[in-house]
């Protein structure tokens, strides 16, 4: 079966610019839990969404935001870009949100110069 | 402190060894207990997952969790050089979904 599809895998954005990232999940998922991942803060939680709703969020600042579509396919948007938003974004997807369920996709990397 | 302790490594084993893994947590309220593989320049893998205090095994692969002491760990037995990469600890809190990471320890198993 496919697997978790993040697009693009690789992006490079200015400063103050804003992004767009996409994440499919595997037929029959509806969560869709998105962590960023930087070298000195690791991965970290930023939100959850389920059939539609975000369920978790996670301490970023409202500047990044998501939604999830009837299809289960989500969406994470960073505006007004910082250079330490510099991480690569990952997305997970399971059938009910459940850690030990997880498939996580294999990533957009994103630069913010 | 960091919810999620790890010590960053690298851990070096030679081939055949037994890798262990340790990994503390702060809050007492953690439910449930993740350890990850991330190869270099790939995504988070699950090997393991914990509930309840003592050990589960998995092939070559143990986690062992004290609530009390709030640790858990991973032993990697027979290990092969194909197991070096980041190993990642993450929890969950209470009934939330949300995963709480360590910042992963490296290993480095020597052929």
């Known amino acids: 079966k496919a697997g978790v599809t993040q697009t693009p895998r690789y992006l490079i954005k200015t400063r103050g610019q804003q992004v767009t990232l996409s994440c499919s999940p595997i037929s029959g998922h509806r969560s869709v839990s998105w962590y960023q991942q930087t070298p000195g803060q690791g991965l970290q939680f930023l939100f959850e969404y389920f059939s539609e709703t975000q369920r978790n969020k996670g301490n970023f600042p409202g500047r990044f935001s998501g939604r999830q579509f009837s299809n289960s396919r989500s969406e994470m948007n960073v505006s007004t870009l910082e250079l330490g938003d510099s991480a690569l974004y990952l997305c997970?997807?399971?059938?009910?949100?459940?850690?030990?369920?997880?498939?996580f996709g294999s990533g957009t990397r994103l630069t913010v110069v | 402190q960091k919810e999620v302790e790890q010590n960053s490594g690298p851990l070096s084993v030679p081939e055949g060894a037994i890798a262990s893994l340790n990994c503390t947590y702060s809050d007492r309220g953690s439910q449930s207990f993740f350890w990850y593989r991330q190869y270099s320049g790939k995504s988070p893998e699950l090997i393991m997952f914990?509930?309840?205090?003592g050990d589960k095994e998995d092939g070559r692969f143990t986690a062992q969790l004290n609530k009390a002491s709030q640790y858990v760990s991973l032993l990697i037995r027979d290990s092969q050089p194909s197991d070096s990469a980041t190993y990642l600890c993450?929890?969950?809190?209470?009934?939330?979904?949300?995963?709480?990471f360590g910042s992963g320890t490296r290993l480095l198993v020597r052929p």
């Open positions: 914990i509930y309840s205090n």
């Open positions: 993450a929890v969950t809190l209470d009934s939330s979904y949300k995963l709480i």
């Open positions: 997970a997807s399971s059938l009910q949100g459940d850690p030990d369920g997880y498939t």
